[in-house]
């Protein structure tokens, strides 16, 4: 199994632009889960689907924020536009189920936004 | 709400000796709990979960953890460590209950560990 797979791992755009962060979880896993990391904040979840469907969003810092999961294997985290405090390391990961097996993370993508 | 606290932010250790990371958790009943490490540039690994049973847990590369209720903690050992294992350590909670699919992983703040040679 290839893991959790983001692309791309390293972004690096003008404060303004659109930014779109991509994600393929474990296949037959049924959780999806965008966490991002900030020395400040930590590990913060942003969003989280089930079997293709947003379940909680409330971890979505503001409208700019968008998410979405169009089918099983492909979920996409869209910022627009951009900020410099967006400025992160943003997880993607999956679970086969919703709790007691841990999560499997990908690698991240490094968003800098000047 | 669950909430996860690491009291340290940073440990240095000597190459060969013993290691312990402190983690306290806030959960209403008996809760999952996962460690996990991130060494620089990449992402979280697991290392460790604890569901029910027995309260000391083994996992990858030589750690351990254990559980214990009436401190609400759930420390993370090694014995003897190496200079690889150089990175930052993760606490998660997340709610056991049977009905807790979907359940949100919630992580403590971390502990960077140096190990000297």
């Known amino acids: 199994d290839a893991g959790v797979i983001q692309s791309p791992r390293h972004e690096v755009t003008e404060m303004g632009q659109e930014v779109t962060l991509r994600c393929k979880p474990i296949?037959?896993?049924?959780?999806l889960f965008w966490y991002r990391q900030t020395m400040m904040r930590g590990l913060e979840l942003l969003i989280y689907?089930?079997?293709?469907?947003?379940?909680?969003d409330s971890g979505m810092p503001e409208d700019r924020f968008s998410a979405k999961m169009p089918n099983a294997s492909f979920s996409t985290l869209k910022i627009q536009p951009s900020e410099p405090r967006d400025s992160a390391v943003y997880f993607c990961?999956?679970?086969?189920?919703?709790?007691?097996?841990?999560?499997?993370f990908g690698s991240g993508t490094r968003l800098t936004v000047v | 709400a669950q909430s996860v606290t690491q009291p340290d932010i940073h440990i240095t250790v000597s190459e060969g000796a013993s290691l312990e990371l402190r983690c306290n958790y806030s959960?209403?009943?008996?809760?999952?709990l996962f460690w996990y490490v991130q060494s620089p540039g990449q992402g979280l690994q697991l290392l460790l979960k604890y569901f029910s049973g027995d309260t000391l847990v083994q996992g990858i590369k030589g750690f351990e953890a254990e559980f214990k209720r009436s401190q609400s903690s759930f420390n993370l050992r090694k014995p003897s460590v190496h200079w690889s294992d150089a990175a930052e350590y993760f606490c998660?909670?997340?709610?056991?209950?049977?009905?807790?699919?979907?359940?949100?992983?919630?992580f403590g703040g971390g502990t960077r560990v140096l190990v000297k040679p």
């Open positions: 990961a999956s679970t086969p189920r919703g709790s007691g097996y841990g999560y499997t």
């Open positions: 296949s037959g896993h049924d959780y």
């Open positions: 998660a909670v997340q709610g056991g209950t049977i009905k807790a699919a979907g359940n949100k992983l919630t």
């Open positions: 959960y209403g009943a008996t809760p999952y």
């Open positions: 689907f089930n079997n293709n469907v947003p379940i909680d």
